[in-house]
């Protein structure tokens, strides 16, 4: 069975840390995503990539960066960590120009 | 403005009942739009249309799109408590490298 892993469920920091969230996926998927999502606000794209090294903004890029060094792993960073960025972070990767995407299974993030 | 557009945006219903959940989306660059169902953890994949008067069904669930009024539907009949969730609506745009935008999610409540 494919999958997309998030290597955390939950995750509680401080305000100003630096927050690593890891996504692997196992299906050699060159396409790989980032979202929040937020009660009331949907899915929101915060960054995406196509390939390795390759990395492109979404929606709302302001205060993450992304890291993608390997084809199965895509990395947000949250370079200081603020109380407005207490969310659930979805990863996602798919083929390219294929339309279904396969979901990690979500990092809740609060930051305090 | 939003791209795609759900509603209503929360349902309570009974078991048994029969419900009707409506996407809008925009004409620009259109390529498919899909339907998620979403519990406590990853998005997973439903339906995706491409073509207009074309009814998907799985089960209890069909989705058609009508790309002439721009919208979808997804019904879900004689209702269980199993199909509270959020149903997520995303529009797929063209291009080899696109992405999907989603819409709000709307908020489906089943009860006994």
């Known amino acids: 069975d494919v999958k997309v892993t998030q290597s955390s469920r939950y995750l509680v920091k401080r305000t100003g840390e630096k927050v690593f969230l890891e996504c692997v996926q196992d299906m050699d998927h060159e396409n790989m995503f980032w979202y929040r999502q937020d009660p009331g606000l949907g899915l929101r794209l915060i960054y995406f990539s196509y390939d390795v090294k390759m990395k492109e903004k979404g929606d709302i890029p302001e205060g993450y960066s992304v890291s993608r060094e390997k084809k199965e792993r895509f990395s947000l960073i949250l370079e200081s960590a603020s109380t407005n960025q207490t969310s659930m972070y979805l990863c996602?990767?798919?083929?390219?120009?294929?339309?279904?995407?396969?979901f990690g299974s979500g990092t809740r993030l609060t930051v305090v | 403005e939003d791209k795609v557009v759900q509603s209503p945006l929360s349902l309570v219903v009974h078991e048994g009942d029969t419900v009707t959940l409506n996407c809008s989306y925009e004409v620009t660059n259109f390529r498919s739009l899909l339907w998620y169902k979403q519990e406590k953890k990853a998005p997973t994949f439903l339906f995706m249309l491409?073509?207009?008067?074309i009814e998907k069904k799985s089960g209890r669930l069909s989705s058609i799109l009508d790309k002439k009024e721009l919208f979808s539907i997804l019904n879900i009949t004689a209702t269980q408590t199993g199909d509270s969730a959020v149903y997520l609506c995303a529009e797929l745009c063209t291009g080899a490298n696109s992405k999907l935008t989603f819409g709000k999610g709307i908020t489906l409540s089943v009860r006994p």
């Open positions: 491409t073509s207009s008067g």
């Open positions: 996602a990767s798919s083929l390219p120009g294929r339309r279904a995407y396969t």
